[in-house]
């Protein structure tokens, strides 16, 4: 990316980049709470009521950290174009934004595809022996189960919350807006990538009271629960931040945490055929860690000079 296309001067310290970071994230989860505890609100009468609450939050608290993310960084220009360029909006390369970075990541899922192939061949070779047309009945029963899936997702709350509302106000408020306020605070781009999973996984630590208070769970069974899924977090979030980073585009970050998402965890072994999709699992893992850095290679995403001093560090990071 030129110059002239993103223009941020350099003048944010540390500390109020630190301090920025830390208040968008408390704020992230504070204002999930906010109806109930300060206006007072009766409890919403249904789970889809109580989800298009927390939608509203979310939306509320990304553009609440947006705008103070605007002010706080010394944006030269306040064009609309520049605007959305700071936050990686950005219609340039979008293609190679959405491709890259999804087949990269559906590397490690090569195991969870391999144990669904091979449960859909077990499958249909049940049918065949049954006397069933395989190539018809096969592909007319997938179809089927595919179309189900997407009108099933379509109307499902919790499926815009999982695969929408989340992913689009995380990646907004922990990416788009502290990776803008860290780099600008000049904090190297590898201190970045691994300081910015931690605001990631702070705002995951409110489902330490809900699982202890309202599922009843024991403390320990609770922190280990939680636990788990900060580690989970915090890699995915070293993931995200550096996809961003190499980037410059908000929707590889967007598409990679929609699919995780849609995935869950990669399929390691199958009680099935353990050891093909264990062996599939390694290959995909290893495919990924050689891809990683030529697929996010930032000359396939910026039209880019030898001299290019953007603030993103896009030209100065190979």
């Excluded at 110059?3 to 001067?9: G, L, N, R």
């Excluded at 249909?124 to 395989?134: K, T």
């Excluded at 208070?213 to 629960?225: D, M, R």
């Excluded at 860690?289 to 290019?308: A, E, G, H, I, V």
Aim: proline letters at 4%.
């Amino acid at each position: 990316m030129e110059q002239q296309e993103i223009d941020v001067a350099a003048g944010v310290s540390k500390s109020v980049a630190l301090i920025a970071c830390t208040a968008m994230s408390v704020f992230y989860v504070a204002i999930l709470y906010f109806p109930a505890l300060i206006l007072r609100l009766p409890p919403p009468s249904s789970f889809k009521s109580f989800l298009i609450r927390r939608f509203v939050c979310a939306a509320i608290s990304s553009i609440v950290s947006l705008v103070a993310c605007s002010l706080i960084l010394p944006i030269r220009r306040w064009d609309v174009a520049n605007l959305f360029g700071v936050f990686g909006f950005r219609l340039d390369h979008i293609w190679q934004a959405l491709v890259f970075p999804l087949s990269l990541t559906s590397l490690m899922y090569t195991g969870s595809f391999v144990s669904k192939l091979l449960l859909a061949h077990s499958t249909c070779s049940e049918h065949w022996n049954n006397g069933g047309n395989l190539s018809v009945d096969c592909i007319k029963g997938i179809l089927q189960q595919f179309i189900c899936c997407i009108l099933s997702m379509a109307s499902n709350v919790s499926c815009w919350r999982n695969y929408f509302v989340a992913p689009l106000t995380e990646e907004l408020v922990f990416r788009a807006c502290m990776i803008s306020l860290l780099l600008c605070g000049g904090f190297s781009t590898y201190t970045v990538i691994f300081l910015c999973p931690v605001f990631f996984s702070l705002a995951h630590l409110n489902h330490l009271l809900e699982f202890y208070l309202q599922k009843n769970c024991s403390f320990l069974k609770a922190c280990t629960v939680v636990g788990f899924q900060l580690g989970y977090t915090v890699i995915f979030g070293w993931y995200a931040s550096f996809l961003f980073v190499r980037t410059g585009h908000l929707v590889a970050p967007l598409v990679a945490h929609i699919f995780c998402n849609f995935m869950g965890l990669p399929a390691i072994v199958s009680h099935r055929s353990g050891l093909i999709v264990s062996l599939a699992f390694i290959a995909g893992v290893m495919g990924f860690f050689w891809l990683l850095f030529p697929l996010t290679n930032p000359q396939l995403f910026n039209s880019m000079t030898d001299n290019c001093k953007c603030w993103h560090s896009y030209c100065n990071w190979s």
